[in-house]
């Protein structure tokens, strides 16, 4: 049974529904930014770190971020698209991409590709951000925030 308290009410699921729950009250949106906005709306702890993190990054850009690359090598094979060049003229997302990503110009035109340095960068990046929700809702909802591994 899990308990999440929502506003001013408890919620009492069972685990099998928190799945379905979760869908409902936060539906799907491109990038998973209802997940992301409701998260705020859900947690002081989420909306306070959110940019001030051990990263000195706003995780949400770099979730974003990410979307939008997957969107772009997924649909264009790995072509930097116009529609990704104009997501890339805002500051904060370019130093994002320099930091987490690598392009070079082949004769297809600019692809994106990550080194294995990039991939361990982005892996621990998604493991954080993945603990800092689960941290976050847990402080909130008065629930214990460590991760207990199941023996």
């Given at each position: 049974?899990?308990?999440?308290?929502?506003?001013?009410?408890?919620?009492?699921?069972?685990?099998?529904?928190?799945?379905?729950?979760?869908?409902?009250?936060?539906?799907?949106?491109?990038?998973?930014?209802?997940?992301?906005?409701?998260?705020?709306?859900?947690?002081?702890?989420?909306?306070?770190?959110?940019?001030?993190?051990?990263?000195?990054?706003?995780?949400?850009?770099?979730?974003?971020?990410?979307?939008?690359?997957?969107?772009?090598?997924?649909?264009?094979?790995?072509?930097?698209?116009?529609?990704?060049?104009?997501?890339?003229?805002?500051?904060?997302?370019?130093?994002?991409?320099s930091?987490?990503?690598?392009r070079?110009?082949?004769?297809?035109?600019?692809?994106?590709?990550?080194?294995?340095?990039?991939?361990?960068?982005?892996?621990?990046?998604?493991?954080?951000?993945?603990?800092?929700?689960?941290?976050?809702?847990?402080?909130?909802?008065?629930?214990?925030?460590?991760?207990?591994?199941?023996k």
């Amino acid at each position: 049974m899990v308990t999440l308290k929502v506003l001013s009410t408890k919620l009492h699921l069972p685990k099998t529904s928190l799945k379905e729950y979760i869908k409902e009250k936060i539906g799907r949106e491109k990038n998973n930014r209802k997940f992301i906005n409701s998260s705020r709306k859900l947690s002081k702890h989420f909306t306070q770190h959110e940019t001030k993190n051990i990263y000195n990054i706003n995780i949400s850009t770099w979730f974003d971020l990410v979307s939008e690359l997957r969107h772009n090598i997924v649909h264009n094979r790995q072509v930097v698209s116009d529609k990704l060049l104009l997501f890339l003229k805002d500051y904060e997302r370019a130093k994002l991409f320099s930091k987490y990503f690598a392009r070079k110009n082949t004769y297809d035109g600019v692809i994106i590709f990550l080194t294995k340095d990039n991939f361990h960068k982005n892996i621990d990046l998604l493991n954080e951000f993945a603990y800092f929700i689960f941290k976050s809702l847990s402080i909130d909802n008065n629930l214990d925030p460590t991760y207990k591994k199941a023996k």
